[in-house]
Structures are given as structure tokens and as C-alpha cells.
């Protein structure tokens, strides 16, 4: 299982991890989900790339693949 890290700059509340978690967490592939808030990542287990940050992106925040 592939494990992929994300920054996204604008996450700053619980709202945001919340919104992405939901979002993420949503798709079949993913087998784990980590949102550090203090240092704006979003580690992923399983899942794809592309709709993993779309999936960020539907939760309203831009992804980088780090």
C-alpha cells in the first residue's frame, strides 16, 4: 500500500481537517488518513494521486504532492 503526503497551506482550524478528512476519507482506496494541522500535511494510505486531491480540492483547499 502506497503512502503519499500532501501540502495544503490553507488548513488553520479543526473545520478544515474535518472537511478534508471527510472528503478523503470517502473514497474506497484510501486505507488511512492523517491531517497534521500545525504543519499543513495530509498524509494518505492507499488511493490515487489525482483523486485524492480532488478530493482536497471538493473539500474546498488546494493539494501538492509532496
Known amino acids: 500500500m502506497n503512502t503519499t503526503k500532501y501540502r495544503v497551506p490553507e488548513i488553520s482550524c479543526q473545520h478544515c481537517v474535518d472537511a478534508i478528512t471527510h472528503e478523503v476519507s470517502q ?7 492523517t491531517v497534521d494541522l500545525d504543519a499543513k500535511l495530509v498524509t494518505v494510505v492507499g488511493g490515487e494521486t489525482g483523486a485524492i ?3 482536497i480540492d471538493e473539500a474546498g483547499y488546494d493539494a501538492e504532492l509532496l
Open 53 to 55: 486531491i480532488d478530493a
Open 27 to 33: 473514497l474506497e482506496e484510501v486505507q488511512d488518513l
